[in-house]
């Protein structure tokens, strides 16, 4: 089954509510070795367009570069801990 956006966006949500990080901080080998290798080509794509998505409604902030790094937002946690 492919993933849609909406799944995708579940995902990321998800994976911040399982983690015992204070900092909010997805960790850069779980997105690349762990999600990032599980999509096609196309989910990836999926995948920039979701975070995008969660980013402009400021529940992420996303920094690419050499290190990719997914951080949850004071209105993400909000979001997802109550």
């Given at each position: 089954?492919?993933?849609?956006?909406?799944?995708i966006?579940r995902?990321?949500l998800?994976k911040?509510?399982?983690?015992?990080?204070?900092?909010?901080?997805?960790?850069?080998?779980w997105?690349?070795?762990?999600?990032l290798?599980r999509l096609?080509k196309?989910e990836k794509?999926i995948?920039?367009k979701?975070v995008?998505?969660l980013?402009?409604?400021?529940?992420v902030?996303?920094?690419?570069g050499?290190?990719?790094?997914?951080?949850l937002?004071?209105?993400?946690?909000?979001l997802?801990?109550q």
């Amino acid at each position: 089954m492919m993933n849609t956006k909406k799944m995708i966006k579940r995902d990321i949500l998800e994976k911040f509510k399982e983690l015992e990080s204070e900092e909010n901080i997805l960790p850069d080998a779980w997105l690349k070795n762990e999600y990032l290798n599980r999509l096609n080509k196309h989910e990836k794509d999926i995948f920039e367009k979701a975070v995008g998505e969660l980013a402009s409604n400021g529940l992420v902030e996303y920094k690419a570069g050499v290190s990719l790094e997914l951080k949850l937002t004071g209105l993400g946690e909000t979001l997802i801990f109550q």
